[in-house]
């Protein structure tokens, strides 16, 4: 096996690890490696599922699909990324959709009501 793509996990407390992984492992595979061996230090930090573990790479969500290769990280390198559990990821361009109704767009959606 040649190099892998070292992570540096941060929590939002602020604690770090780092893990080794390949450019086939995806945010979801991640997520139940980490879960799997959870670190000793982040024992108060310890959720229930892995499911709810969540990567944060550029201020961007990764969807649990998507890939370190994917993503183009430099092997033999190290990438920060944090990790926050969340049950659900945000629906993509939710923000926009919110500005563009706040902008003074004048019907509404037939699934939920403007704030006008």
Same mark, same amino acid.
Request: contains cysteine; proline residues 4%; aromatic residues 6%.
């Given at each position: 096996?040649?190099?892998?793509?070292? &992570? !540096?996990?941060?929590?939002? /407390?602020?604690? @770090?690890?780092?893990?080794?992984?390949? @450019?086939? *492992? +995806?945010? $979801?595979?991640?997520?139940?490696?980490?879960? *799997?061996? =959870?670190? *000793?230090? =982040? +024992?108060?930090? $310890?959720? /229930?599922?892995?499911?709810?573990?969540? &990567?944060?790479?550029?201020? !961007?969500?990764?969807?649990?699909?998507? /890939?370190?290769?994917?993503?183009?990280?430099?092997?033999?390198? @190290?990438?920060?990324?944090? &990790?926050?559990? !969340?049950?659900?990821?945000?629906?993509?361009? +939710?923000? *926009?959709?919110?500005?563009? +109704?706040?902008?003074?767009?004048? !019907? #509404? #959606?037939? /699934?939920? %009501? %403007?704030?006008?």
């Amino acid at each position: 096996m040649g190099k892998g793509i070292n &992570l !540096r996990l941060i929590l939002v /407390t602020g604690k @770090t690890k780092e893990y080794l992984f390949s @450019t086939n *492992d +995806s945010a $979801a595979d991640i997520a139940q490696h980490v879960f *799997d061996n =959870w670190p *000793d230090e =982040w +024992s108060e930090e $310890a959720v /229930t599922k892995a499911e709810i573990l969540r &990567l944060i790479y550029q201020g !961007r969500f990764l969807h649990g699909n998507v /890939t370190l290769g994917a993503l183009g990280l430099p092997l033999g390198k @190290t990438t920060v990324m944090h &990790l926050v559990p !969340r049950e659900n990821l945000p629906e993509p361009n +939710s923000h *926009d959709q919110q500005q563009k +109704s706040k902008n003074g767009s004048r !019907r #509404c #959606c037939s /699934t939920s %009501c %403007c704030i006008l």
